[in-house]
């Protein structure tokens, strides 16, 4: 545990200098402080921390229902600036902001945002939860649920938001209303070995949160209905009253998963039964409702399955899945699970977006001497038919659409940001925004 302490040290210190070119003392001082102290005295971040750390700027109800400004709510972009702990509304009917606010240190991009658009969830590498009133353009709570947080997923019901967490291992679910904490769920298997979680997505068909963990082979599946199923998650071969089986009903009950090998970030299939994510050697396909691997797709390199992206080309189904270490894009057979085409790029890719309106894929390149390339893949063809450099030696990090499909928001991640708007069509560049280190979402 010790080199994880340090590890977690470095990290905070080289956050710092990347933000301000000055570390600030207070963080980084606390961290080496836990650095020196004995095991068993370590801070737990336990429910009763959670608790203490609440905010609440505004009681739930107690705001006005309707938005300060004229503007479709379903056409703002947050945009996240890493570089000075700030985040952007933008208005993409003009590409102008609605308002700029500071935010807590180094909020990460995967955001999560309720049904009715009101309100989003950002969250902080260090822990902390923050509800922003989208209509009232205000703070509303705020928590902190553990030291080093990973995702954040909210339910499809706007009820509750569920945390993954790096350090300590563990899961955190919370009323969405005002962030009161209901449950702290340690991630460990049958035999005690504990996890950091990989990944934590919305299934909302099945209402229910799906997490993947990074250092045991399981999936776990946590449902949050109000009536879950009987026996959700256990062993229950008769549902009668009368069987002797345990019929008792308990609130938020897990499925864990076992798996042969362990599975990082995943996307679901469009009927949400199965899984897709990135594992040893390639992609698993994991069947929720059977509980097992039921396809494998042998990749070399490091899949992002995270960012693969899935689309209707000559009647069938097939997913494009970019690679973080191979200079390529392997497009899959979502039937049979057979790679159809390796599209060769410039560099390693982390990104793939697109719109349903579109016939391009847009997909970066990560890393090497052509990290600031972007290209455009037709959809039907597989073939690149122009690459993009939007900033000459930055970083083309991610990309977004508007709801139209009519432009697409490029974001160039350095300190001296900017997000590139594209005609979406004609791929000519229309507006230009300076931001610090942004993060579109």
């Known amino acids: 545990m010790n080199h994880i302490r340090a590890i977690l040290l470095l990290f905070v210190c080289l956050t710092a200098v990347a933000a301000d070119d ?40 107690s705001l006005p229902d309707k938005p300060k400004f004229k503007t479709d709510i379903d056409n703002l972009f947050i945009v996240v600036e890493q570089g000075n702990h700030h985040t952007v509304l933008l208005d993409s009917a003009n590409f102008e902001p609605v308002i700029r606010v500071p935010t807590r240190f180094s909020v990460q991009s995967n955001l999560g945002r309720a049904a009715g658009r009101r309100y989003i969830y950002f969250l902080s590498q260090d822990g902390w939860v923050s509800k922003f009133d ?103 071969h008769d549902y009668r009253p009368d069987s002797g089986e345990e019929t008792e009903k308990e609130r938020f009950p897990i499925r864990k998963l076992p798996l042969k090998e362990i599975l990082d970030d995943f996307i679901f299939t469009s009927d949400y039964d199965q899984i897709v994510g990135s594992a040893q050697g390639g992609a ?62 410039k560099g390693p890719g982390f990104f793939i977006r697109s719109h349903e309106k579109s016939p391009y894929l847009w997909t970066n390149v990560f890393v090497g001497p052509n990290r600031d390339l972007l290209h455009i893949i037709d959809k039907q063809s597989l073939e690149i038919v122009k690459t993009l450099k939007p900033a000459p030696g930055k970083t083309s990090a991610h990309v977004e659409f508007t709801r139209d499909g009519k432009y697409a928001l490029v974001n160039i991640r350095n300190m001296d940001g900017a997000i590139v708007v594209y005609d979406a069509w004609t791929l000519k560049e229309v507006r230009r925004l300076t931001v610090k280190g942004a993060a579109s979402f």
């Not at 955190?172 to 460990?188: F, N, S």
């Open 22 to 61: 000055k570390p600030n003392p207070a963080p980084i001082q606390t961290l080496a402080n836990h650095v020196d102290m004995p095991l068993e005295k370590a801070p737990a971040w336990n429910m009763a921390a959670i608790r203490s750390s609440r905010i609440i700027h505004h009681q739930h109800g």
């Open 134 to 236: 989208v209509f009232n353009l205000v703070w509303a709570a705020e928590i902190r649920v553990g030291i080093k947080a990973h995702s954040l997923a909210v339910s499809h019901d706007d009820r509750y938001v569920m945390i993954a967490n790096y350090f300590p291992h563990t899961l955190v679910l919370l009323d969405a209303k005002d962030l009161t904490p209901i449950k702290v769920i340690e991630t460990k298997d049958s035999k005690g070995n504990s996890s950091r979680v990989s990944a934590i997505h919305t299934a909302n068909p099945r209402s229910s949160f799906i997490a993947t963990m990074k250092d045991i082979p399981e999936v776990w599946e946590i449902n949050y209905e109000d009536d879950p199923p009987v026996g959700f998650g256990k062993w229950v």
């Open 284 to 345: 698993q396909v994991v069947d929720l409702d059977l509980g097992r691997t039921v396809a494998r797709v042998k990749l070399a390199g490091s899949p992002h399955l995270g960012s693969a992206l899935a689309w209707s080309r000559n009647g069938a189904t097939v997913l494009a899945i970019p690679n973080i270490r191979e200079p390529e894009i392997a497009v899959v057979d979502m039937t049979t699970w057979e790679i159809i085409r390796r599209i060769p790029t």
